[in-house]
């Protein structure tokens, strides 16, 4: 016996799809030791029926009257296509264009959106604040030189390192590590020039692309002698 019933629980046809839901339950409640298959084209209320939790009453009262009528029968809640002349699909149908004119009944506020787009404008916010508060925090010169703004792309790089390489970024990249300049602003060394070339304060935009001296191990690395910040930025 295949019964379709349109299912779904967030949306204004949710009350009225439940009331048909019962009924047709209701009558199935009369057969014992049969083989029952529910039929339903809604992905949505399939995944909130097969969920080990639900915080909405449409879906426990659903889930409370299949339990029911499992108890005597062999019951299966299937996946149909729409529209495919399955028997009541058509009459499941037109009880949903009913129930989407009508007004909105369920938990407020009431969002129109999926999950997915709401997660995904909070992380785009998300995204544009942290660049604008990075753009507009004073200091960090060295940092600034070499992350001009917030990328989702240098974040996963990083977050892939382990510990050890994710401890050498951050030093190259705040220039809080151990070269002259940084040694010299903490007074633990005089001379911030770079002990390899003489020629610029030791830094890590001048030891990743700048420095004369490492010059071979840039072009072996990064394919060119002498990097720009642009290049660097590109680098991972």
């Excluded at 399939?46 to 639900?54: N, Q, S, V």
């Excluded at 058509?90 to 969002?111: C, F, S, T, V």
């Excluded at 001009?148 to 030093?171: E, I, S, W």
């Excluded at 809080?176 to 300049?181: C, D, G, I, V």
Aim: glycine share 4%; proline share 3%; aromatic share 6%.
């Amino acid at each position: 016996m295949l019964c379709s019933v349109k299912l779904a629980f967030n949306s204004t046809l949710a009350k009225i799809n439940n009331k048909r839901t019962h009924l047709d339950v209701s009558y199935l409640c009369d057969e014992v030791n049969a083989s029952i298959a529910i039929g339903s084209d809604s992905q949505a209320a399939l995944k909130a029926l097969a969920a080990a939790k639900t915080i909405s009453q449409l879906v426990l009262e659903t889930m409370k009257a299949l339990t029911e009528l499992s108890i005597h029968n062999c019951v299966n809640v299937l996946c149909v296509p729409g529209h495919s002349d399955i028997v009541g699909n058509e009459e499941a149908d037109k009880l949903a264009k009913q129930a989407a004119a009508a007004e909105y009944i369920g938990r407020e506020p009431a969002l129109r959106f999926s999950t997915i787009a709401v997660r995904s404008k909070v992380r785009q916010w998300a995204h544009n604040e942290h660049n604008k508060h990075w753009l507009n925090t004073e200091g960090c010169r060295q940092a600034k030189e070499l992350v001009t703004r917030v990328t989702p792309g240098l974040t996963q790089f990083a977050l892939r390192q382990c510990h050890r390489d994710l401890r050498t970024l951050v030093y190259l990249l705040t220039g809080h590590n151990t070269f002259n300049r940084h040694l010299t602003i903490m007074q633990r060394v005089n001379d911030p020039l770079c002990p390899l070339c003489k020629e610029e304060e030791e830094t890590s935009l001048h030891f990743l692309g700048k420095c004369c001296a490492t010059a071979n191990i840039h072009r072996l690395h990064f394919g060119v002698a002498f990097l720009k910040p642009g290049d660097l930025k590109q680098a991972h």
